[in-house]
């Protein structure tokens, strides 16, 4: 009796039509050559250049990106130059663009490719990930852009495009929907010019598809968009609900000392890690001088003594409403290592803005010159 014939498995159905999908890819690159932006990291085919550009746009406008990215450059052209430099150097170049974390992932990531990759930024998206810093988002970007790797990529701007095309269901962080956007993605990025196709659709997402008053009647995969059609484009995707920022008080010492501040350095974790700071406590907010001299005692090792108040500065962070409360300090013995810092430096003012510091906390230096902390 001869065996029974097995039965051939038919192959799982595309996600997208490959009709539908040879002219999404066709329309959406059609427009990317004639609408996109000129942006100077679209000018190169360095992949250290593109790689620095995706981690500073990555919760950043590309306004203010542009000078920062050309400054960084011209300060670390090379990955080398970017490994060898000291880590306070590189987060004081980074100032101003928030999220300190993307700045030490990225020195540590250079530090990783010089020691394991010869100084070159590995091409595939498998390599990418072992790097700080990389995750999927990033690795396909730069895999794609700077190397041709057909990688697939979603951000918001992708994620909300394909949302739109696809009228895929679901919240922003719901599990499911993140799956079905990037099973989209990888299928529609598969074929020529993959690096232009990711830029397409972050482009559209930015400039046409965006997340209010979209500019449908200038879409160019108008008529291939299920949300469009179906008189949706304003309920997808729906809106995250994003929590109220937490309130934080930090009580900061101004200790003046033979016209220099007593400057002190975070450790790498949390807010404000591996920066340098005008040294601060968090405290509640109604803690009166004394419980916040206590606190700041407790930080620097040293018993100190609260003479007066220079004033408040006020910042809104992504997640934090912060409030940095200015005490004019002093004690008998002057700090040389303390609890809770790395390292203790006295500065001129001109020293300490040349210092890895926070906006924040540089607002907060020059609030107190200006009112006076160096007059003893």
């Known amino acids: 009796m001869s065996p029974p014939r097995k039965r051939k498995q038919s192959s799982p159905a595309p996600l997208v039509e490959p009709g539908r999908r040879e002219s999404l890819r066709a329309r959406l690159l059609e427009w990317y050559d004639r609408q996109k932006r000129d942006l100077p990291w679209r000018r190169t085919s360095n992949p250290y250049a ?4 995706e981690v500073m746009l990555q919760q950043t406008q590309v306004a203010t990106v542009i000078p920062y990215w050309e400054r960084f450059l011209q300060r670390f052209p090379t990955v080398e130059a970017l490994a060898a430099a000291p880590l306070p150097d590189v987060l004081a170049a980074w100032r101003g663009l928030g999220s300190y974390s993307r700045a030490r992932n990225l020195h540590r990531a250079a530090q990783d490719v010089v020691a394991h990759f010869g100084g070159r930024l590995p091409s595939t998206v498998a390599e ?15 895999a794609s852009i700077a190397f041709g790797e057909p990688a697939p990529l979603v951000d918001g701007n992708v994620a909300r ?31 020529e010019r993959p690096g232009d196709f990711n830029q397409a659709l972050m482009e559209h997402g930015a400039t046409v598809c965006r997340p209010e008053s979209p500019l449908c ?3 160019p995969v108008r008529e291939e968009c299920l949300a469009y059609r179906h008189d949706r484009v304003d309920e997808l995707p729906p809106a995250r609900v994003r929590a109220a920022p937490k309130r934080m008080t930090l ?9 220099r501040l007593l400057l002190a350095r975070r450790a790498e974790k949390g807010l404000f890690g591996g920066l340098w700071e005008l040294p601060a406590a968090e405290v509640e907010e109604d803690t009166p001088g ?6 700041l005692a407790e930080s620097l090792g040293v018993d100190v003594t609260v003479r007066g108040e220079l004033g408040t500065v006020r910042r809104q962070l992504t997640h934090r409403s912060l409030s940095l409360r200015l005490l004019r300090v002093t004690g008998r013995q002057h ?32 609030a107190a010159v200006a009112a006076g902390a160096l007059q003893e």
């Open 335 to 366: 700090p040389t290592h303390a609890p809770a810092f790395r390292e203790l430096r006295w500065c001129t003012p001109d020293e300490a803005s040349s210092l890895g510091m926070s906006t924040a906390m540089h607002k907060a230096l020059v």
């Open 128 to 142: 990418l990930l072992t790097l700080p810093g990389f995750g999927r988002y990033t690795a396909g970007a730069v």
């Open 251 to 259: 009580a900061v010492a101004v200790w003046a000392h033979e016209g």
């Open 217 to 219: 009647l200038l879409c």
């Open 161 to 191: 495009v394909l949302s739109r095309l696809f009228e895929v269901e679901g919240a922003p962080g719901d599990r499911a929907r993140e799956a079905r956007l990037w099973e989209l993605a990888t299928g529609l990025v598969q074929g």
């Open 50 to 53: 593109i790689w620095l550009s």
């Open 290 to 295: 004394t419980g916040s001299a206590a606190k």
